[in-house]
């Protein structure tokens, strides 16, 4: 029966240390390739909560533009077309956020459209009302009492909210 002896046995064979010496930089490769991958998700993720606060914004600011309708700086034609301009350069941003969302979160865009025309119904609809009263010029009706209802509005809000937080 032949003894083999331990520096028999490196002599031609595989050792401990060369194991060693190939799993370190396979581990740390691994480890560098997750790193890369977990940062590339976070940015992908702020990008996406950026956009849909983005995408938001023009909505939030269509849905003020009733009170600012109700309480002009002062009453003239001029200011009357500069409100109309922000409400069409409003409607024409929201659109273009549409077509967005389309393109970078399309389970998103049904809900934010949805959104958008209820805002555009229920506050459209408030607007034009807003439109044929007077509008407030004294310090004590700056306070309007009772807000607009927003119930719609803040339905299809939550819905689109909810869909933007899944697809995050």
């Keep these: 029966m032949a003894v083999i002896t331990a520096a028999q046995a490196t ?17 740390a490769l691994f480890g560098a390739f997750l790193t890369y991958a977990l940062n590339q998700r976070a940015v992908r993720k702020e990008r996406r909560a950026k956009t849909f606060a983005e995408v938001l914004t023009p909505v939030e600011e269509y849905l003020e533009m009733l ?5 002009p700086p002062k009453s003239s034609s001029a200011v009357r077309q500069q409100l109309t301009d922000e409400v069409s350069d409003l409607l024409a941003r929201m659109a273009c956020h549409q077509a967005w969302l389309q393109i970078e979160a399309s389970a998103v865009a049904g809900p934010y459209a949805t959104f958008v025309a209820t805002a555009r119904a229920e506050a459209g609809a408030q607007m034009s009302l807003a439109w044929q009263q007077p509008p407030i010029t004294t310090d004590s009706g700056m306070n309007l009492g009772v807000p607009y209802p927003r119930d719609q509005m803040n339905a299809a809000r939550a819905r689109c909210l909810e869909m933007m937080r899944r697809h995050l």
């Design 11 to 27: 002599d031609g064979g595989w050792t401990w240390a060369q194991t060693a010496a190939l799993i370190v930089p396979c581990i």
């Design 67 to 71: 009170y600012r309708i109700r309480r």
